[in-house]
Each structure stands twice: as structure tokens, then as C-alpha cells.
């Protein structure tokens, strides 16, 4: 795979995400995708995502830093928005607050495989 086409991929699947286009989804994420080392497959993949849209309105993943090297990504998303209730264990309850999600995915078949991912809770809890 060329890395210029693996970022249109993950570029495509981050805009795909932003538009909550959950039926192409399986376009950019395998059937047996593994997040942080387990496997949740495509349909609890979705409904991580969704669980996170339903927590969070105006979630908006924005891509702050991009590299590609095949069959990797190593993304740095950065996000500004205002969770409901609890966040990541914290009481935001509505606060905006900035973040980043340090992530890299390994692809298979043109397809996100693993998901690997930290989100910088430390920063959260500095705005709270």
C-alpha cells in the first residue's frame, strides 16, 4: 500500500466519522477490528463510536498530525467540544474542554485492523 493512499483512507474514514455515516463505516473498519488490544469487532467498534456521539453532541474529530507508514497510521486528533455527565471517569458535565487522542491503527485489506489509542486525560482534568 502507498502511503499517500493510506492517508486518503484514513482521511475518507476520519471524514466518515465527523458525519456519523455509520453504513460506510465497514468500508474503513474490518470485521474483526481489536481496539487497545481487544477484540470488539465492527459492530462494538460502531457502537463505541455511537455511545461517544451520544456522550458528547458535538464531538468533531479533527487531525492534527498525520504518518503514515504501511500499514500504519500514527494520528494525533485533536477535539473541542462539551461531553455530558461524566468523561473518561471525570465530571465534566458539560464544560468545553480541549483534548488530544494520540492513535495508530494498523491497516489489513485497506481496512483498519487494531486500534491502539491514549487520550490525554490529564488535560482534561487541568480544565476542570
Known amino acids: 500500500m502507498i502511503k499517500s493512499d493510506l492517508r486518503d483512507i484514513y482521511r475518507d474514514y476520519i471524514a466518515c466519522l465527523n458525519r456519523q455515516d455509520w453504513p460506510k463505516l465497514e468500508q474503513f473498519v474490518g470485521d474483526d477490528v481489536h481496539y487497545n488490544g481487544r477484540p ?25 498530525l498525520l504518518i503514515s507508514d504501511p500499514p500504519y497510521i500514527a ?6 467540544c462539551t461531553p455530558r455527565g461524566t468523561f473518561l471517569g471525570l465530571p465534566v458535565n458539560g464544560k468545553r474542554v480541549s ?11 485497506e481496512r ?3 486500534v491502539w489509542s491514549v487520550i490525554d486525560k ?7
Open 75 to 80: 494520528s494525533r486528533l485533536r477535539f473541542d
Open 40 to 64: 470488539i469487532g465492527l459492530s462494538g467498534y460502531r457502537e463505541m463510536l455511537e455511545r461517544d456521539y451520544l456522550e458528547i453532541p458535538d464531538l468533531r474529530f479533527n487531525i492534527d
Open 122 to 128: 490529564a488535560a482534561i482534568e487541568a480544565q476542570l
Open 112 to 114: 483498519i485492523d487494531q
Open 99 to 109: 483534548f488530544a487522542e494520540n492513535v495508530f491503527y494498523e491497516f489489513r485489506n
